[in-house]
């Protein structure tokens, strides 16, 4: 069974960083979908929205909203994902999420961690 752990949210100020993990276990962070690790966050009274993957060979997409700030990398050793977030916005306030797709439908995870909230204050 896959499980995923995200840490490392908290309260910052506008213009900070901070740095996401997402702990892997019952898996490795790859699969048959490409990919397959992604960040995903939802705000309050929003729908939840996609931020960004990782492929294998740990090619990026990533969302316009946070394109050249935002940064996803994986450490195969540890089985970890991350976010690194720059130049962090109050629009950036949410509970961010990791997850994985296991098998297609690939655009659809089916695997997802519990969040880790982020709070950016102007």
């Known amino acids: 069974q896959v499980q995923l752990v995200e840490s490392g949210g908290g309260s910052v100020q506008a213009g900070e960083s901070l740095r996401l993990s997402c702990a892997a276990s019952g898996s490795t962070l790859y699969s048959t979908c490409p990919y397959a690790m992604k960040w995903y966050r939802q705000a309050p009274g929003k729908q939840r929205e996609w931020v960004s993957s990782i492929d294998k060979a740990g090619y990026a997409l990533y969302a316009d909203s946070v394109r050249g700030r935002f940064t996803i990398s994986q450490e195969n050793a540890k089985n970890t994902l991350y976010l690194e977030m720059n130049r962090l916005k109050p629009e950036d306030t949410a509970m961010y999420y990791c997850?994985?797709?296991?098998?297609?439908?690939?655009?659809?995870?089916?695997?997802w961690g519990q969040g880790t909230q982020v709070t950016v204050s102007s």
């Open positions: 997850a994985k797709a296991s098998s297609p439908p690939c655009a659809t995870p089916g695997y």
